[in-house]
């Protein structure tokens, strides 16, 4: 069996920091698509990781280009293309922007790799997921897209911070759409399955979850230019693992749901699991009134931000 071919479209802070941690896990080689206006770049970029492979000797090939007929049969797509939120914009303002470069990311797509895994990060999120899936008509377990999973290490790396523990030993899940909205699950977070509601108070927790909800924005506004990237990588590259690999990880992933949660035709975080077969299951799990009110709440804001695709 040959190596798989990873492909991320969008090649600026998260696309290279995803090909350098697809490369040292070796999950196949990468090839990293930009616009022409970038292609230099890109190739820049690959080739100052094909010389960091000497040390860490991995042997994933690593190319640059701005050609769509380059990620042919592709294994897994990671689609970061569009511009960052700047200083002052909501996720949303991007909307317009990002929407046109989606449709065009997903009819080449289709085109070039009908088979492939498709993990969407491009913002805003939740209509840039749902507008990747209609575009291409690829079936639902193929495409999803990657909130919850920052979304949630924020939340852990928070409560690692708050109480001194090891981050490892930190789980925890945050639901919803990747907005101001979504919904951390404090009753269910855990340090070495002791719940955090009994090692936080209540204030404090409350504070927490106040500050994974706005996490990204408090990076934006740091940087003054530009949104997070290391983090946002990892995670996606989490989620690539877990279906190269067949690691079925449970993973809150925005996943299209017919009918769970009560949801019925849009991406929003769940947990999801990923394994070979893309997207293979969403775990239910009864939610309290106040969890469900949340949850209500941040569907109303993925419905508004979906509506103004107009798809
Ligand atoms: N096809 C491919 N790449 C594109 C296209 C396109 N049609 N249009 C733009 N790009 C590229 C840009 O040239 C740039 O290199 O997408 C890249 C985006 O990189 P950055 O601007 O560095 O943004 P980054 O920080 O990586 O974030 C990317 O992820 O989290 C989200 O909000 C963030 O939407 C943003 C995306």
Redesign the pocket.
């Known amino acids: 069996m040959g190596r798989k071919k990873i492909t991320l ?7 290279g920091n995803l090909a350098l941690l697809a490369a040292q896990k070796e999950l196949g080689n990468v090839v990293i ?3 022409p ?2 292609e230099g ?1 890109v190739k820049g970029k690959a080739l100052d990781l094909m010389q960091l492979r000497p040390h860490d000797g991995h042997d994933s090939d690593i190319v640059g280009t701005s050609d769509w007929n380059d990620v042919k049969n592709s294994d897994v797509f990671i689609i ?6 700047k200083p002052g914009m909501n ?1 949303e303002d ?1 909307l317009g922007i ?1 929407l046109g ?1 989606m449709k ?2 997903a009819s080449n797509i289709k085109d070039k790799a009908p088979n492939a895994f498709v993990i969407v ?3 805003p999120l939740d209509a840039m997921v749902y507008a990747f899936h209609k575009v291409s008509g690829f079936p639902k377990n193929q495409v999803v897209g990657m909130a919850g999973a920052l979304d949630s290490a924020r939340f852990r790396a928070f409560i690692a911070m708050e109480t001194g523990y090891s981050v490892q030993d930190v789980t925890c899940m945050v639901l919803g759409g990747h907005g101001d909205t979504m919904v951390p699950i404090s009753r269910l977070a855990a340090v070495g399955g002791v719940p955090v509601t009994d090692l936080i108070t209540d204030k404090r927790l409350k504070e927490i979850e106040d500050r994974t909800r706005v996490a990204g924005g408090e990076i934006v506004k740091l940087f003054g230019n ?4 290391y983090a ?1 990588a990892q995670s996606a590259i989490e989620m690539a693992e877990s279906y190269l690999r067949d690691k079925k990880r449970v993973i809150p992933c925005a996943s299209l749901c017919e009918g769970e949660f009560g949801i019925d035709g849009y991406f929003i975080g769940v947990p999801t699991v990923i394994g070979s077969d893309g997207v293979e299951k969403i775990l239910e799990f009864t939610l309290n009134d106040k969890e469900k009110t949340e949850l209500d709440r941040t569907l109303e804001a993925v419905k508004r931000t979906v509506a103004e695709t107009g798809l």
């Open positions: 479209v969008g090649g600026g802070q998260i696309g698509f930009d616009i206006q970038a770049m970061t293309a569009g511009i960052p939120r996720r991007l990002n470069i065009d990311v990060i491009s913002n530009g949104s997070a990237f946002p």
